[in-house]
């Protein structure tokens, strides 16, 4: 399932717009930082959906800057979508899961190095993360948009939370 899907389907809820609205609107609301978008995909997924039926085009612009509608059918998908991932929990997945798979492979005074650095850098991110509450409200976006970075702070914490308890662990050599 794509979650660019989603979000352009979602962002043509309100209205006809060209890919680079369509970006500039989901950058408002940072969905390059919780929802992976490939910002370049998005002009790719508008074509493809036109193609499907889901999208029509409104507009050729000057420039190439083609305008987007959704068609009843793209709400319907929009709609069918959405309900799927509120349904249907899937597994997150973390690349760093992997490098935890393999820390029996790393010396311990590597792995203590990566263990501190990633707490500093998540240390970093769940701060800055927590001064972006609220602001996106003053360039538009809903006030909800704030639950998707409370739940992406809370995913930072709880890794920071297990990177702490891994080096108390490896300084004492019960891990690996």
């Keep these: 399932m794509s979650t660019t899907r989603i979000l352009i389907l979602g962002t043509l809820l309100d209205g006809p717009r060209n890919g680079y609205q369509v970006r500039r609107h ?21 074509g493809k959906m036109a193609e499907e ?4 085009v409104v507009e050729k612009g000057k420039g190439g800057a083609t305008v987007y509608a959704m ?3 793209g709400r319907f998908e929009f709609h069918r979508l959405l309900m799927t991932v509120w349904h249907a929990p899937m597994p997150i997945v973390d690349p760093f ?16 190095s990566a263990l501190r650095s990633r707490s500093d850098l998540l240390e970093t991110m ?6 972006s509450f609220g602001t996106k409200q003053r360039f538009g976006a809903p006030r909800h948009i704030d639950e998707t970075l409370k739940l992406n702070t809370a995913m930072l914490q709880a890794q920071l939370d297990w990177c702490r308890q891994a ?8 891990l690996p």
Excluded: C, P
Aim: glycine share 8%; aromatic share 8%.
């Design 97 to 112: 899961q992997v490098a935890i798979t393999y820390m029996d492979r790393v010396d311990k005074e590597a792995l203590l």
């Design 126 to 131: 769940i701060a800055g993360a927590e001064r």
């Design 53 to 56: 039926g889901l999208l029509e």
């Design 167 to 174: 080096l108390s662990k490896v300084e004492n050599d019960e």
């Design 71 to 73: 068609t009843d059918e």
């Design 26 to 46: 989901l950058e408002m609301w940072g969905a390059d930082s919780w929802a992976s978008v490939k910002f370049g995909s998005i002009y790719h997924g508008l």
